[in-house]
């Protein structure tokens, strides 16, 4: 079944390069089906060198209403929003933009709020736990305010920039108030570990952790979002771990994007706990 285009239906992108195996217009396209919208998303493929030119004439448009922004964009977009929500500013990138009728851009980012969601729906709560996040990229600097945000005692962050990883840690501690430091990427002793790293999309990557130095009990989250189970997950269940794949997370995004176009949307069999999101 195709949405009806017409000369009043309303535009919505997903900018990024590549593109090929991109779901987030089926989704999008489903949901404005189902809830009888006149709007349709299509991919926009956008090479780097070419991202200001593509901003130059989606900014002629005025029927585009929003874009989703996946790599390798997500950082380089901020310079072309004109405002930024408080998770876009925390982690200095932009994966949803709002295109507001008097032409204004906001901008924010759905990885951070889309993990806790995650983590909670599968009854793995960062609140009041000790956790190590590993990576402190894009991904890696939205989940450490959302999990402080949540109410973590203490957050160590590792990164293979130990530079990085200081400056997020003591950017996280200021604006949360939570316990953030840098630190090794030693386990022992978390009752949470979040893989925020690419390690794991590839057979001969080297583990982000030590699985033999998780506690049984604890529970990993392995935020790649694959159809096989990674070998993060696969050890860390074998330790006798709590484990958790990137697929939570994928639909705590989805739900978090969503609502910032102005969509009512929740995941099959999900509810959320956090109020703004209700």
């Known amino acids: ?8 239906t309303r535009l919505y992108g997903l ?15 489903r949901l404005f089906i189902e809830q009888r919208v006149d709007a349709v998303c299509v991919p926009f493929w956008v090479k780097a060198d070419n991202l200001s030119a593509f901003v130059s004439g989606a900014r002629a448009m005025s029927n585009l209403s929003g874009m989703l922004v996946t790599m390798p964009h997500k950082q380089r977009m901020l310079a072309f929003v004109d405002e930024l ?6 982690a200095g990138a932009v994966n949803v933009i709002r295109c507001e009728d008097d032409g204004r851009w906001v ?37 450490a305010f959302a999990v402080a945000s949540a109410g973590a005692s203490k957050l160590t962050i590792s990164d293979v920039d130990e530079h990085r ?16 430091r840098s630190g090794p990427s030693d386990p022992q002793g978390f009752e949470v570990v979040i893989n925020a790293t690419p390690l794991g999309m590839k057979a001969n990557d080297a583990m982000p952790v030590d699985p033999q130095r998780l506690a049984p009990g604890a529970v990993v989250v392995d935020i790649i979002n694959s159809a096989e189970t990674t070998p993060l997950l696969q050890a860390a ?37 956090d109020g703004s999101l209700k």
């Open 1 to 8: 079944m195709q949405p009806h285009i017409s000369g009043t």
């Open 15 to 29: 900018v990024g390069d590549p593109l090929s195996a991109a779901k987030s217009p089926q989704l999008l396209n």
């Open 85 to 90: 929500d408080s998770t876009a500013r925390q």
């Open 107 to 143: 901008g924010a980012i759905s990885d951070g709020v889309g993990c806790v969601l995650g983590m909670q729906w599968e009854g793995n709560h960062p609140a009041n736990k000790s956790v190590l996040l590993v990576g402190a990229g894009g991904a890696g600097r939205a989940i």
């Open 165 to 180: 990883a200081k400056e997020l840690a003591t950017s996280v501690s200021a604006e949360t108030g939570c316990t953030a």
């Open 237 to 273: 269940q074998a330790r006798g771990c709590r484990v958790q794949d990137g697929g939570p997370m994928h639909q705590g995004q989805a739900l978090y994007a969503l609502r910032f176009l102005g969509f009512d949307y929740r995941p099959d069999g999900r509810s959320t706990r």
